[in-house]
């Protein structure tokens, strides 16, 4: 984690991106929080505009003991310590089971964002997560993907994925669990806490269930589990419907 002074500075790199243009929720939630001082277990952050990638933002420390972001004089962004609502951990699923379920990934049909790091379908050779959460057969709503981390992802001791990434793991599976046959929906706001990392090449899987629905907002749960069943991160999430593309 980063200790800011008074300011620091924080890019996105093109490679993280979401929707086109922005960077990818997720990622970008887990690289500004890490600049909460005293590194707290979790942390709740909220996105004002779409975080543009490639370009320097400015990170401030605020009284309250948390950050905000800018782009030149823009609001992007704001990073909390904040602890979990409680709206219920999804349940572990064993790796096959989760396996399974890509096969119905509805991704694969239609997709607002192909390019996005965490879950697009049309990254090509570029890395990214592969995420691709689909509903299990039990019909009860919960959705569930695989993740083996690749070598791009680690940290500095080159063997532990960096906790943003565990971040990005944690949201857009979140999404799927909302009806996007028809709309398209973006993160709002996220609040996370990251327990351990997974290795790189250790297979994990992600579960996410919807929790409800506030007119054009939806709150989910996301978990990301070792193929063991041990608990790595966990996530609730507001995600904001789009207006109808025109």
């Not at 030149?72 to 089971?97: K, Q, R, S, Y």
């Not at 992802?153 to 080159?158: E, K, S, T, V, Y």
Request: charged share 15%; aromatic share 6%; with cysteine.
């Amino acid at each position: 984690m980063t200790e800011p002074a008074a300011t620091a500075e924080l890019i996105i790199p093109p490679l993280f991106n979401g929707p086109p243009g922005s960077a990818n929720g997720g990622y970008f939630a887990g690289a500004l929080a890490a600049f909460l001082p005293g590194a707290p277990a979790s942390a709740t952050v909220s996105l004002r505009k779409p975080p543009p990638l490639g370009t320097a933002m400015r990170v401030t420390a605020t009284d309250a003991g948390g950050v905000v972001l800018h782009h030149d004089d823009t609001l992007i962004g704001e990073a909390v310590p904040a602890v979990l609502a409680g709206h219920g951990t999804p349940e572990p699923v064993a790796f096959e089971e989760a396996k399974a379920a890509e096969q119905s990934y509805r991704g694969l049909s239609r997709h607002p964002f192909p390019g996005c790091f965490a879950c697009g379908t049309e990254r090509g050779s570029a890395p990214g997560l592969h995420l691709s959460a689909g509903p299990l057969r039990s019909g009860d709503g919960l959705h569930a993907c695989t993740w083996t981390p690749e070598a791009s992802l680690a940290g500095p001791d080159g063997v532990h994925v960096r906790p943003e990434f565990v971040w990005a793991a944690l949201d857009c599976p979140g999404a799927w669990t909302i009806d996007l046959e028809t709309r398209d929906v973006v993160l709002g706001r996220i609040t996370a806490e990251v327990h351990g990392t997974p290795s790189v090449g250790q297979p994990c899987v992600v579960t996410a269930r919807l929790v409800g629905q506030d007119g054009r907002k939806y709150t989910t749960c996301t978990a990301l589990y070792t193929d063991t069943g041990r608990l790595l991160g966990e996530a609730e999430a507001l995600w904001i419907e789009l207006p109808p593309r025109g």
